[in-house]
């Protein structure tokens, strides 16, 4: 199991951001993820290489329950084992054909990831819904403290115009990227999720801000 990422639960991306038998890129430090829901609903991560010629396994494509290489086809298995070879279809891959997988899953509307092969459960969010994700430069420190609030296990707790909202942070890079998750009351009206969108995009120039003049958090 690759340990190049936090031992925890790390939120990548929102499940809106990924339908069914479709793929989307993850970055957390120094891991390149491709995350893939199969057919069946079902998510998992691998890392975004295809063994055969590296090629991002993020570029390419899900039928049914397997992930596809945009390349040459190679398909892949939950369990990360190689499936099938398109241009031998009489050759069952050998198990030593594998790419590293991930443990994945979803809660609350939120995709996470864990590099542990036993990890506590996913973190809930019940009562709230994922309205958007976006990458800042600045810390999740910085970001707690331009609103005022407090850092707990990479979340932050938000009021926005008096409704509840929280803010799920991870790694994205190597340049110091912060990859940040905004939910919201589920019960918010549209309106309020127009105002909240934009209460995101003045804290993310303010965080930023901040960072750039070295203030800490």
Known sequence: MPQNIAPAWIPVALSTDLPVASVIPARLTTASLAI????????????????HRGMRLSHGFVRGEALSCIYHGW?????????AIPAHPSLTPPEAIRVATYRAGERDGVI????????????SNEGFVGLRSITLSATAETLAACIGADLIENAIDWAID?????????????????????LIDSSATKAQKIAASTALETLRRQAEAAANRGEAA
């Open 36 to 51: 893939w829901r199969a057919q069946s609903g079902a998510v998992s991560a691998v890392a975004d290489r295809c063994p």
């Open 75 to 83: 398909r892949y298995g939950k369990s990360g084992n190689c499936l």
């Open 112 to 123: 996470w990831v864990s590099a542990e092969e036993v990890a506590a459960d996913m973190p």
């Open 162 to 182: 008096g409704m509840k909202a929280r803010l799920l942070t991870a790694p994205s890079g190597e340049d110091g990227a912060l990859l940040v998750h905004l």
